[in-house]
């Protein structure tokens, strides 16, 4: 199949927006969900995934947290100003930019950007009782977003909150736009997974928002090995395919580290995994061209590990997939790091073939998505059936809907 020439109107089904869940149900894993496995479908609920797995599988989850990126700010005209937090400024570091203390830069989407001109934004917040002023000023555009420049400080000078600590008090939780309405303080809640711990996402990894710490239990009961990794959920997870040909659109460029932990244990479980999300698929999967690039240069530098877009269609050379994670161990060893930190813009669509990823827990994805092509890869273009199926049963969609697993 050619991938790149696939027209994005194939992958198209009419979802009226009372099927779109606007909030979560009140207890998590009572969600409904739908069983394919090998062509046939079949629904449950959520609290029962654990049935269907064999014992002894690998369960792969990510635990990433969704940060409050939206940031107001008013103008002394009274205009409003939003800067909406995307990625830390190279090198991105997004541990040592939370931690910052006084000082960061991060790229930014600005909203009403023709009403800030110039100079800088100014507003002031509380943390710990005491009262802060913060600065923005806007740095140069960097594609379609802007460098912006914090800086903030108190009267006294004794204690400076560190970056953490001032988006939490000024900023607002990112739902998503196809939602429609504002995010409300349930949010902040709802929106994280149960075992979400590393903050760095816009978006939260709605796979996982289904778990609870009952069905953790009942996973580790049946005998599933669970392992976690990080990828940080960007903006661009919600940008619309516009092009008539995938080809012509551009994935967006997300971050995840891997523990060593993580990949020794892919090589016990012969390199396969279930996985939670579509933000571990990609982050599975990613792996096998990392590794299948240290064949040729393990002296490699992290920046040029970054995985291209087209990049799995373009491989001539190929390894076994116990090959490149070992060669990702070794490239560890050789630089005495315990995490493997990487990048990648990878498209996951039909013509693709899966490397690492058997199975895949993972909600209703948007007509003609990225996401809704990585689906359609995975079960080999029977796509339709398990859309109509949850269509056609009153099943929820999107980021607060119901989930499916996926057995091709």
Not at 20 to 46: C, H, M, T, W
Not at 151 to 159: G, K, L, V
Not at 361 to 387: E, K, R
Request: glycine share 6%; with cysteine.
């Amino acid at each position: 199949m050619d991938t790149q020439h696939i027209r994005i109107s194939d992958y198209n089904y009419e979802l009226p927006d009372e099927r779109i869940a606007k909030f979560p149900l009140a207890q998590r894993d009572q969600s409904k969900l739908l069983v394919y496995n090998q062509g046939r479908v079949g629904e449950d609920r959520f609290c029962h995934l654990p049935d269907y797995l064999p014992a002894g599988e690998l369960m792969v989850f990510n635990n990433t947290r969704v940060i409050q990126a939206r940031l107001h700010f008013r103008k002394e005209t009274g205009a409003l100003i939003e800067i909406f937090l995307l990625e830390p400024a190279l090198p991105a570091d997004y541990e040592q930019m939370f931690q910052a203390r006084g000082h960061c830069s991060w790229y930014c989407l600005v909203g009403n950007l023709k009403k800030w001109k110039e100079g800088a934004l100014c507003g002031q917040f509380a943390v710990g009782g005491s009262q802060f002023t913060i600065k923005a000023e806007r740095g140069p555009q960097h594609g379609t977003s802007y460098r912006i420049d914090f800086d903030w400080e108190s009267a006294s000078p004794d204690h400076v909150p560190s970056f953490a600590e001032v988006i939490d008090a000024i900023g607002e939780l990112p739902i998503p736009p196809y939602l429609n309405r504002k995010s409300e303080e349930s949010d902040k809640q709802t929106y994280q997974t149960v075992y979400s711990k590393i903050k760095g996402s816009v978006a939260a990894p709605t796979a996982g928002l289904h778990f609870t710490s009952e069905v953790l239990k009942a996973l580790d009961e049946k005998g599933i090995d669970r392992e976690e990794l990080t990828l940080h959920v960007g903006a661009g997870t919600f940008k619309p395919v516009k092009s008539e040909e995938i080809g012509e659109h551009e994935m967006h460029t997300e971050y995840f580290a891997v523990r060593r932990q993580t990949l020794e244990k892919l090589l016990r479980h012969n390199c396969q995994a279930i996985a939670v999300g579509t933000t571990s698929v990609r982050t599975l999967e990613s792996l096998y061209y990392v590794g299948l690039r240290l064949q040729s240069a393990l002296d490699s530098q992290p920046e040029q590990l970054h995985i291209d877009q087209w990049e799995p269609y373009s491989q001539t050379g190929t390894i076994t997939v116990e090959q490149a994670i070992g060669n990702i161990l070794e490239w560890l060893d050789r630089n005495q790091l315990d995490v493997f930190h990487g990048s990648t813009q990878i498209i996951i669509a039909p013509g693709y073939d899966y490397k690492i990823v058997r199975m895949l827990v993972t909600n209703f994805h948007q007509p003609q998505s990225t996401l809704l092509l990585l689906v359609s890869a995975f079960v080999h273009g029977d796509w339709h059936t398990i859309y109509d199926y949850a269509l056609s049963h009153d099943f929820r969609f999107l980021s607060y809907g119901d989930s499916s697993l996926l057995i091709p």
